[in-house]
């Protein structure tokens, strides 16, 4: 069963910025996308997704604001936030969409608060 990790949230001024971490425990398949939503899983909104092969997608309402990134060796994503408004406050949450032994999984992380307030 693979598990991701996330970690970083907290709470900002606005103007502030963030770095969410988001590890998967397991090792020895593949990671199709990588992403993180905001609200509760299967219904949220999509902030950003990043895929094997390093393209990236954005929220309207984050880009040029928020950068995603991914460790391929470390099974890793991040999220840059930077420029961070009170709208943004929400839990994160981060997915992985995994190819494993002739199946697709998606496994979905805990979530994280960030909290962006004066």
């Known amino acids: 069963q693979v598990q991701l990790v996330e970690s970083g949230g907290g709470l900002v001024q606005p103007g502030g910025s963030l770095r969410l971490s988001c590890a998967a425990s397991e090792r020895g398949f593949s990671i199709l996308t990588m992403g993180w939503y905001r609200q509760a899983p299967g219904k949220g909104e999509l902030v950003a997704t990043i895929s094997s092969d390093g393209s990236a997608n954005y929220a309207d309402s984050v880009k040029g604001r928020f950068t995603i990134s991914r460790d391929s060796a470390e099974n890793t994503v991040y999220l840059e936030m930077n420029s961070l408004k009170p709208e943004d406050t929400d839990v994160y949450y981060c997915?992985?969409?995994?190819?494993?032994?002739?199946?697709?999984?998606?496994?979905w992380g805990q979530g994280t608060q960030v909290t962006v307030s004066s």
């Open positions: 997915k992985a969409d995994i190819w494993n032994s002739g199946a697709f999984y998606i496994y």
